[in-house]
């Protein structure tokens, strides 16, 4: 029969069932022949096929809950069970382990009225046999359905919990498992850019150094100085590692800067915020120039966070990224059409840029000033009660990429 829960105390139940009915049908057999009853014969034979055809039923694969097969056994073991409690009076008991049998293999709106009907045939017995009708004649039948009831759509109801806890153990596996992969993902991310500002702001710029002394060094050496050659040599392996150690940089730049331009990224980041609710457009002013990445990353990092509040509290429609490109410095700003707040409302050293402030104050804007000010930028917040909100970062320009001469 069903096997939808192999567990030992489901196990255990049913053999408790089959021993159940097995020996009920063995007390009527055995009470019929050795009363002499006038159709002991006919009872022990009915209630061997009857065993029968129960044993057929819990070995066959067909048989299983809310099936027609079910359906069919259940009938073919009722009709058995009603020739005998013709024959027999003690064929009543066999009653208790059916309500089980119907309970479970048929839907409830199905099984209730098998038990019902099973319960009155029951009790007609009595009446059938002209045994003496009591109180307990009617209480009897209908205490064991009620108990077959009670246990059986108790089980059931315990199944169900213990299968909804079992798919939530797993979902909570499951995102444990997701959480952890993201955790060793963000934390690879934050390394390679630790290791990426690292490398910029101490081989890099030192190798840049180097080579910028080694080259005025050239320039004042006679040419014919012997000196000169071993100057040039210096200053060309400076400019050699110079260009690997921006080729690690570059390896270990943020995913989304890995393929294309910050202007690209920024583009990207536009596409992948916008929603049917929330119109995200980016655009760029001046003319592009080569930042190192650091510069990069604080801009998109910028961004990100700025758009992320946006997404979260600003119940904004509209929200455009511009970057812009000037002579001597370079900013991002990111505005929206949001419902906007109150800036000095916010905790002091914290609070989200809605307005609603996180508990203990968030780490949003803290976090794009420190970078910010890092690179020797600035950033400002410009909103108010339902007039969007404004977020600018501005950086200056390395002199590198101002076009003055640096490596």
Request: aromatic share 4%; with cysteine; net charge neutral.
């Amino acid at each position: 029969m069903d096997t939808r829960a192999p567990t030992p105390v489901a196990t255990g139940l049913r053999l408790c069932l089959h021993a159940l009915l097995a020996g009920l049908l063995m007390l009527v057999a055995v009470r019929a022949v050795g009363d002499g009853a006038p159709h002991g014969t006919a009872v022990a034979v009915l209630a061997a096929v009857t065993a029968a055809l129960y044993g057929a039923g819990v070995l066959a694969s067909a048989v299983q809950p809310h099936t027609r097969a079910a359906a069919v056994w259940l009938a073919g073991l009722g009709a058995l069970w009603l020739a005998l409690l013709v024959l027999s009076p003690d064929a009543l008991w066999v009653a208790f382990p059916l309500y089980f049998l119907q309970l479970h293999l048929l839907p409830v709106r199905r099984g209730l009225p098998a038990v019902v009907v099973t319960a009155a045939a029951a009790i007609a017995s009595f009446l059938l046999h002209g045994q003496e009708v009591t109180p307990g004649t009617f209480i009897g039948p209908l205490l064991g359905a009620a108990v077959a009831v009670a246990t059986v759509l108790g089980y059931e109801a315990l199944f169900r919990e213990s299968d909804r806890r079992r798919e939530l153990i797993e979902e909570l596996v499951s995102t444990r498992a997701e959480l952890a992969a993201a955790e060793r993902t963000a934390g690879t991310l934050a390394e390679r850019e630790r290791l990426a500002r690292e490398i910029h702001d101490t081989l890099a710029q030192g190798l840049s150094s180097i080579q910028l002394l080694l080259r005025a060094a050239e320039r004042t050496l006679p040419g014919d100085a012997p000196a000169t050659v071993h100057v040039r040599r210096a200053r060309e392996a400076a400019q050699e590692n110079l260009a690997e150690a921006r080729r690690f940089v570059r390896a270990l730049s943020p995913p989304d800067l890995e393929h294309g331009s910050l202007a690209g990224a920024l583009s990207r980041l536009s596409a992948r915020t916008s929603t049917p609710e929330l119109t995200v457009q980016c655009a760029v002013s001046g003319t592009p120039v080569e930042m190192p990445l650091p510069y990069e990353v604080t801009l998109l990092r910028t961004a990100q966070s700025a758009l992320a509040n946006t997404v979260r509290h600003a119940d904004a429609r509209r929200a455009e990224i511009t970057l812009s490109f000037m002579e001597t410095s370079v900013s991002l700003d990111v505005v929206d059409d949001g419902r906007g707040f109150d800036p000095s409302a916010l905790p002091r050293g914290g609070g989200s840029r809605s307005g609603e402030a996180e508990p203990g104050g968030g780490f949003g804007l803290p976090a794009m000033r420190a970078r910010a000010r890092s690179l020797g930028g600035t950033l400002s917040v410009e909103s108010a009660p339902g007039q969007g909100t404004a977020v600018a970062v501005t950086l200056p320009l390395p002199a590198a990429a101002r076009g003055e001469e640096v490596a």
